[in-house]
């Protein structure tokens, strides 16, 4: 029987890793290695992240992505603070987690992007294909259900901003405008 590598040789060894095997194992095991914890802590790094879960399905990365987004939230509000410093890209990386997060096709993701709606002024208002990634209809009738003022508060806005006469137009332009910002960086 072959012994099985201890827990210093299994750190070396994912130490080593570049984050797109870093990702990998992280779908394979379901479970982050303390590498991929390291990674998340860097805005850098999560724009590499970011390009790197955009070549995927983003499903396969949907739990990370909400992680991923409480993390830009802090970010941005520390940006805005002024307690730490960052570059352009670096500040992208809240709209392009929800974007991808949004691309995952969950109605519920819907109330976790609202946390950064309104986040400051830098970010501003997060525009509704956010939002409505799992479609419009789906997500309303999941907002409907739920009786929580959050959840009324993403249904209206979606539901106002639907109402604009190219409002389909729009979001096929945004759409193709958010995926190009992303891919750009690939």
Known sequence: ?????????????HRNMTAEELLRTHIEDKQPSANLEHLL???????????????????????LLLRLLDKEISFRMALWEGSIAGDEESAEGVFH???LLS?????????????AQYLNQDVGELEVGYFIGAGAPETLAFLA???DETAQEVAEYI?????HPNAGEWLTDWEASRHAALASNI
């Open 97 to 99: 987690c929800a974007y």
């Open 41 to 63: 802590d860097s805005a850098t790094e999560r724009q590499v992240l970011y390009r790197l879960i955009a070549k995927e399905p983003p499903r396969l990365y949907r739990k």
């Open 1 to 13: 029987m072959r012994p099985q590598p201890d827990a210093r040789y299994n750190a070396r060894i």
């Open 103 to 115: 691309r995952c096709g969950e109605p519920a993701d819907a109330r976790e992007i609202w946390k």
């Open 159 to 163: 539901r106002s901003s639907l109402n």
């Open 145 to 147: 259900s739920a009786s």
